[in-house]
């Protein structure tokens, strides 16, 4: 698998194939090209001549195209579709249409031969087929690969394609590889009893039916085999993890009777959800238990899982710990020193005269403090003097000592790696417990997959005394100026109630270049002047929608702040401890705010262009508001068309609040998507087989099939051509193949 690709595909020039598959793809061995699957195949029909083509019929022929057009669709203008001509030498012709014009008249230029299937249909008399598939040949011959005896065509793989890489190529480097290398010597990462019990191929049959297959039922046998070996691969590296994360030593840390957790408990004023109840009990058991806790616990926005995480972090400080929260932002971790100042009271300030001299010190260390406090944040968790700290990547840096960590707390697991959660394990000097909390509510199938090293707890409730938020799309595409004067006019009358308001952009913006409109809707009409392409104008920016909001009559006297990441982290921390205390009506924003933010006072959220967001994302931005006792609005203020694919998103976002109810939308929406999400570190590439959406069974059967085959052989030494492909998948430097996007 590992051996080069140009012992079996020659080639030295800088176009050959074999460089170009280097260069474009990152493929240099056998094993990474017979890993390279088809995106789609053509499915199989009878071999004609255009002159032979029966109305109604399925078919398949090879035909060169004469001619290209493209034109305007009749019932929607703004859409095209694309006419070709195609013969096929014998004097017969035949007119295809296609309703993806662009992706066809850029892949089937005049003079181009392809092998199209389809079935046609007689019109006014004459033979025509409409949305035909099609793989571009390099000659009429070269279909005769994929050809049996009879004239009946094999499916025919259609590769992802870059560059100069074209599907032609791609198929023959694959077809020479199939020939020449002897697949029959590879050894297999499933052992056989599990392909017995599957019934899956074996791998050297499943890699010709994936590239070479004669039936329909082949490749699709083929995808399944490595649809559960990608499953079983990856469940047997994180079993393999939970195994040695489990087997290293901890100390038992109990709950105390008159420890500082029940005092807290007993001041609370506010009861516990039963979600909170239940999974406080299930950590509560795990710290005193010899074995480390390494818990994911998900909750939706305000569901509280700070409480939940505190009650932890005072268990181990009652056994003489110390416990650490990492944040991914310094707004976030000042809010959450506040928090947990706040909620524990003099118990907080054991060194002051109006606090409780058997409470515990809670430490703040960020990477902006003055360096004198930096210091005696330092000199406070080395000594042991700080019971909790609280911080941001300032906490995994190499100064920093602990006494004796015995909880490490990751928020917001999506915005670090698993090289950060490990780095503050690693500062304990022995395993701490963890616990990684992620307001991103996580589909079963994701959670066994992306956090398959993690036991995962789920809190569904939200407390009481929230407020519902109600969230309204408006397209100003199809609505008049009206439309944008009540959203601002909206933000005046929250402002005039004593509320404040969120208004986020999706970039920053420059001062230099701002739009000449003076309304959201003048930048759309004239974009669609200009004849701007499916996405609208430009997207908004925080810069044009502070100067074009301090220009609105009900805000002519708001006070208005911008906030983005661009600015200083002390200037960032300032202005959002005065937004905070009220100082601030209007807080104009990027993303930023995503994560965390709590201002109760805060009403009223205007989301401008958000079908540029995600349905994650727009969700956790919306949380932001509702977190008080007013009633709360959200407006997804929208410049693109009606039919534009974010719409679905902004639909979706509005029917509900339901957090985890989105993530199963979300999932739908991007269908087979990468539900890894986006760049993940220490990946060579994100998932290419699972899907969220159908395998949950699937990942089930092989995760226990991976932790019975662990639980035998740890070390793998009984299993190496599993151990090496697991080696091939995941990054051996830093098995951070959990980064979540």
Not at 46 to 51: E, I, S, T, V, Y
Not at 266 to 273: C, E, I, K, N, V
Not at 344 to 353: E, H, I, K
Not at 441 to 449: C, D, G, L
Request: with cysteine; proline share 6%.
């Amino acid at each position: 698998m590992d051996q080069p690709l140009t012992r079996y595909i020659p080639g030295n020039s800088p176009t050959s194939t074999v460089k170009l598959l280097e260069k474009d793809l990152g493929v240099t061995t056998v094993g990474e090209l017979l890993d390279y699957a088809p995106r789609r195949y053509i499915r199989r029909g009878h071999l004609q001549l255009l002159g032979d083509l029966v109305a109604g019929e399925r078919t398949s022929f090879v035909a060169r195209v004469e001619s290209s057009s493209t034109r305007r669709m009749q019932r929607d203008p703004r859409r095209s579709l694309t006419d070709v001509i195609v013969s096929d030498g014998t004097g017969a012709s035949l007119k295809i249409t296609f309703f993806n014009a662009y992706t066809a008249q850029k892949e089937l230029p005049v003079g181009t031969h392809a092998l199209f299937t389809g079935k046609p249909e007689l019109y006014r008399g004459n033979l025509s087929m409409t949305g035909a598939d099609y793989a571009v040949v390099d000659t009429p011959d070269s279909v005769t690969d994929f050809t049996s005896q009879s004239g009946e065509v094999y499916p025919i793989p259609v590769y992802p394609e870059s560059g100069k890489l074209t599907t032609p190529r791609i198929t023959r480097a694959v077809q020479q590889l199939l020939l020449t290398a002897d697949l029959d010597s590879l050894t297999d990462p499933i052992p056989h009893h599990i392909l017995e019990r599957e019934k899956l191929v074996g791998l050297a049959q499943a890699y010709r039916d994936l590239h070479r297959p004669e039936s329909v039922d082949a490749f699709q046998k083929a995808q399944e085999r490595f649809r559960y070996q990608e499953a079983f691969v990856l469940q047997t590296e994180l079993a393999r993890r939970r195994h040695e994360h489990a087997s290293q030593p901890v100390e038992e840390r109990p709950a105390r009777a008159d420890g500082l957790l029940s005092r807290y408990d007993a001041a609370l004023p506010f009861t516990l959800t039963d979600g909170q109840r239940t999974v406080g009990e299930q950590i509560q058991a795990e710290l005193a238990g010899t074995a480390p806790m390494n818990r994911l616990l998900q909750g939706d926005v305000g569901s509280g899982k700070t409480v939940v995480a505190l009650r932890a972090m005072l268990q181990i400080v009652d056994t003489g710990g110390q416990a650490a929260m990492l944040a991914p932002t310094e707004v976030l971790a000042q809010q959450h020193y506040d928090k947990i100042v706040a909620s524990l009271g003099p118990l907080a300030r054991p060194d002051q005269l109006d606090g409780d001299p058997d409470g515990t010190k809670v430490v703040l260390l960020t990477g902006s403090l003055p360096t004198a406090a930096k210091r005696a944040a330092l000199l406070d968790i080395a000594s042991g003097a700080a019971g909790i700290v609280v911080g941001t990547h300032a906490l995994i840096q190499e100064k920093v000592q602990f006494a004796d960590l015995g909880l490490a707390v990751v928020d917001e697991q999506h915005r670090f790696g698993v090289e950060q959660r490990d780095a503050l394990r690693d500062k304990a000097g022995h395993t701490p417990h963890t616990l990684v909390m992620t307001a991103t509510p996580i589909p079963r199938t994701v959670a066994m997959t992306v956090f398959g090293d993690l036991d995962v707890s789920t809190l569904r409730e939200l407390p009481g005394g929230r407020r519902p938020i109600h969230t309204h799309v408006v397209g100003l595409a199809e609505h008049g100026p009206s439309w944008e004067r009540r959203v601002w006019a909206l933000a005046g009358e929250h402002i005039s109630r004593g509320r404040q308001v969120y208004v986020v952009a999706p970039k920053i913006g420059d001062d230099a270049a701002l739009p000449p409109f003076d309304s959201l809707r003048d930048s759309l009409l004239a974009a669609q002047e200009q004849g701007a392409d499916g996405d609208g104008p430009e997207p908004a920016t925080v810069q044009w929608l502070e100067r074009l909001i301090s220009a609105q009559p009900e805000l002519r006297d708001a006070r208005i702040a911008v906030l983005h990441g661009r600015q200083d982290p002390l200037v960032k921390t300032e202005t959002m401890n005065r937004f905070a205390a009220g100082e601030i009506d209007v807080l104009i924003s990027t993303t930023v705010i995503e994560v965390g933010v709590d201002v109760a006072n805060a009403s009223l959220m205007i989301m401008v262009d958000p079908e540029r967001f995600g349905i994650s994302q727009l969700h956790q931005l919306r949380g932001r508001i509702g977190r008080g006792e007013h009633e709360s609005t959200c407006l997804l203020v929208t410049r693109s068309r009606p039919d534009h694919p974010g719409r679905e998103r902004l639909a979706a976002v509005a029917s509900t609040t339901d957090g985890f109810e989105l993530a199963e939308v979300d999932l739908k929406l991007r269908r087979e998507g990468n539900i890894l999400g986006a760049s993940q570190s220490g990946r060579k590439s994100g998932l290419r087989w699972i899907s969220a959406l159908r395998d949950e069974a699937l990942v089930t059967r092989a995760r226990e099939d991976a932790e019975v085959v662990i639980s035998e052989d740890p070390q793998l030494a009984q299993h190496t051509e599993l151990l090496a492909a697991i080696g091939r998948v995941v990054d051996e430097n830093s098995q951070a193949f959990l980064e979540r996007g």
